[in-house]
């Protein structure tokens, strides 16, 4: 068996190693036996006994020791008043592996099940498993019918299932068709998105912990959370349902109450008690997509709720509990945003645990033609038509979809919906190249749009923020922000101070000939402890 000493650790059997079986058992005594192999040394064996079997083990120990004088044979009384009594015997158990000696690195170590309750065999199968035994089991039968004897067989089985070629390499198939669920069927081809739902897949299986799903709007947060759900449903590691909320539709006293749910008379117009999204999930999943958006409020009870699987409704001095598996989608950084205080660390330290930045579309343009397959596939379904592209069509189309300046702020969400519209306007359901010229000059025309839009609150918040961090930018008011952030805009966009001062204050200068462009803009900028050299570069 092995090079080592092998040390086998076994329950005294109160029948089986009594000999008191089978008529044609009768002879078979499974402790015993076991040490009468020639082709198992034994070179010690643990015996352990209830103390009430003290006889039967002195009986047993003496016969193993004649079967096998090379055989070291130690009692090892435990203390058990009830054998079946789960909680008993795990906890004797439990406390007499914490106590042994164990050296696997110089022994080889045995753990007969044959013998004991079930209770007491399931007990060590269960510290085996977990390496309180850092062993192997080891099973024995008594001989079949015919056979004659009295040893029997045995087999050794070891918990780590991926020694065994067949029973790994239906795991690594199951892992691949949980991966490829994951990837709603989609063959892609982005080595980095590979590994990523590799890892999700690694994790949503194994994991009850909060899963946090970053990345851009668009990129499949929402349809990873629900596949994540799927495939947690299918392995039957939860029976509720999906409840999906988009945080950034909640606010105020109707957050609260969306969420944990209300009693009658909590707030005006509270009629009749409300349950809420967090009982709704019990036993379920929980996805909270654009989580950063939730109040202070929200997000303090949201970490009482995680972790003590518990809150209070609004309005009600009763504590419900629900128990749910918790998934959070963000588009925000939202380390950046417990920076600038808008988000609790405690919280995010809770969800952050695992935690996978979906890339863009652009950030994947091998994976555009399998999603174009894909998505062909979806409008196919979606309009009773096959939906098919000309090869021309086709080559022109994933030409301009994989371009560097190609666009995609809506990721595949815009995908999406370019691919619908080219499928609804052409006829028969065969798209033709003028259709994907057509869908082209939409495309372009929203991605000029969009150009303007960006500079927006959210934008001129990026901006000032660049110049004086996070914190620094926390302490600016949002009016100040405004003005901050073009008076930024416009020195980067001049060649000098005094360029620069000329045309922000181009209409107040003729009122007032004597002041200093110059000057005023660096006065201004000294409010916020800046310089020209800080803003300009």
Request: some cysteine.
């Amino acid at each position: 068996m092995s090079a080592r000493p092998t040390v086998v650790l076994g329950m005294l059997g109160a029948n089986l190693d009594k000999g008191k079986t089978a008529a044609r058992w009768e002879h078979w005594r499974p402790s015993v036996a076991l040490c009468q192999r020639e082709d198992l040394v034994v070179d010690r064996f643990e015996l352990l006994y209830q103390p009430s079997l003290g006889e039967l083990a002195d009986v047993v120990m003496g016969d193993i020791r004649r079967a096998s004088p090379e055989t070291v044979v130690r009692g090892v009384p435990i203390e058990l008043a009830d054998p079946w009594d789960f909680e008993e015997v795990y906890a004797a158990l439990h406390e007499f592996a914490r106590g042994y000696p164990f050296a696997p690195e110089r022994e080889d170590y045995l753990v007969h099940i044959t013998t004991g309750t079930h209770v007491v065999q399931i007990c060590m199968f269960l510290l085996t498993e977990s390496r309180h035994f850092p062993a192997r089991l080891l099973q024995t039968s008594p001989p079949k019918k015919g056979e004659g004897g009295e040893v029997g067989t045995f087999a050794v089985i070891d918990l780590d299932l991926s020694k065994y070629d067949r029973l790994a390499a239906r795991f690594e198939k199951e892992q691949r068709e949980g991966q490829s669920f994951l990837k709603s069927g989609i063959e892609t081809k982005n080595a980095a998105y590979n590994r990523l739902i590799e890892r999700i897949e690694q994790v949503a299986v194994a994991s009850r912990s909060p899963i946090l799903l970053m990345g851009p709007t668009g990129a499949g947060k929402s349809q990873l959370a629900r596949r994540i759900y799927e495939l947690k449903r299918a392995r039957r590691q939860v029976a509720g349902e999906l409840v999906d909320v988009n945080c950034a539709t909640l606010r105020g006293d109707g957050a609260m109450s969306a969420l944990f749910g209300h009693a009658k008379g909590a707030f005006t117009g509270a009629l009749e008690a409300r349950a809420g999204l967090l009982r709704k999930a019990q036993g379920g999943v929980l996805f909270l997509d654009e989580i950063g958006e939730l109040g202070a409020d929200e997000q303090a009870m949201l970490l009482r709720a995680i972790e003590e699987k518990a809150f209070f409704p609004l309005g009600s001095d009763k504590e419900v509990k629900s128990d749910f598996l918790l998934l959070a989608g963000t588009n925000r950084d939202l380390g950046a945003a417990v920076g600038r205080g808008k988000f609790r660390e405690d919280l995010y330290a809770r969800i952050n645990l695992w935690t996978f930045r979906l890339p863009g579309l652009t950030e994947r343009p091998e994976d555009v033609e399998p999603n174009l397959e894909y998505e062909l596939e979806a409008a196919t379904q979606l309009t009773g038509v096959r939906v098919t592209m000309s090869k021309e069509a086709r080559e022109r189309f994933l030409r301009f979809a994989t371009a560097r300046d190609a666009a995609w702020r809506g990721n595949f969400r815009d995908f999406n919906a370019a691919v619908t519209r080219m499928a609804t306007l052409s006829a028969g359901g065969r798209i033709t190249t003028e259709a994907v010229a057509e869908e082209i000059e939409r495309l372009r025309a929203l991605w000029r749009r969009g150009e303007d839009d960006e500079e927006g609150p959210r934008a001129r918040e990026d901006l000032v923020e660049e110049v004086l961090g996070a914190e620094g930018a926390a302490d600016v008011d949002p009016f100040d922000r405004v003005q901050l952030a073009e008076v930024i805009r416009a020195a980067r966009a001049a060649r000098s101070l005094s360029e620069a001062g000329r045309a922000l204050f181009a209409v107040s200068r003729t009122k007032k000939s004597s002041v200093n462009d110059a000057d005023r803009l660096r006065k201004y900028l000294a409010r916020f402890g800046l310089s020209w050299k800080q803003i300009a570069g």
